[in-house]
């Protein structure tokens, strides 16, 4: 049971103030009675069953957010030197928990989950889950050949000592490719092309699991994923999905 004020509050009709405000108004019903009182509880079952100003109201347990990442932003939520991805999230779903799941470089672009589902986050940002994310990548310096395919799928060790695990590498050309890994370690997929003698000139993620970026959203766009998206990502995360 959870009190109507914070499920509306996180939902995005509100900070708690405004919310118990909009209670106070008589604007929330529940299976069409008014409710008024802040602090009334209800079950998850009966989320369905709110509305706010004789609309069914959108009641999310938790919020997860895809934002199309452009370029010349750091993954943050705040810094006093670099711009950040925290301008993207709209103001009213600002201060609900959001934080990025895992991180793209400055200069790398496209697909990031935002997210205030602390388990949601750590199975996609733990290699122990082994969890897909797709780059494609634009490199300069030696070509990619057939033998780097094999390479890549059997994982390498750097002069550094660093190990990188079997990751799928999907030629283009000799210059351009699709790399799929299955962990999540720093700079990654600049690391192991500096490893092999290359320099990555474009970066741009563009799957997590199952979840691809959606092709019409524009560099800077955000928004939450549909419900289809959500069920599809806790299901390759193994998560159990909330039934609302």
């Not at 929330?28 to 709110?50: N, P, R, W, Y």
Request: proline share 3%; net charge positive.
């Amino acid at each position: 049971m959870e009190r109507i004020d914070k499920i509306l509050a996180k939902s995005g009709y509100g900070t708690r103030k405004e919310v118990k405000q909009l209670l106070k108004d008589g604007r929330v019903d529940l299976a069409g009675e008014v409710i008024t009182d802040a602090s009334f509880k209800i079950s998850e079952k009966m989320f369905k069953q709110i509305s706010v100003d004789g609309n069914k109201a959108e009641i999310h347990s938790s919020l997860t957010f895809m934002l199309n990442k452009p370029a010349g932003f750091i993954t943050a939520l705040s810094d006093k030197r670099h711009n950040t991805i925290a301008e993207f999230i709209p103001q009213k779903w600002r201060n609900k928990g959001l934080v990025p799941i895992g991180r793209l470089d400055k200069d790398t672009e496209g697909l990031l989950l935002l997210t205030n589902d602390g388990q949601l986050s750590h199975r996609i940002c733990s290699p122990k889950w082994e969890i897909e994310k797709e780059y494609h990548l634009i490199t300069q310096g030696r070509p990619f050949d057939q033998q780097d395919v094999i390479n890549f799928a059997q994982g390498f060790k750097t002069l550094d000592g660093t190990e990188f695990k079997p990751a799928k590498l999907k030629l283009v050309d000799g210059f351009e490719a699709y790399l799929t890994v299955y962990e999540g370690q720093y700079h990654q997929v600049k690391r192991m092309a500096k490893s092999t003698g290359r320099e990555v000139k474009y970066l741009k993620r563009i799957r997590i699991a199952d979840l691809e970026l959606d092709p019409a959203l524009e560099p800077g766009e955000i928004r939450i994923l549909t419900d289809d998206e959500r069920d599809k990502l806790y299901l390759s995360c193994q998560l159990a999905k909330l039934e609302l």
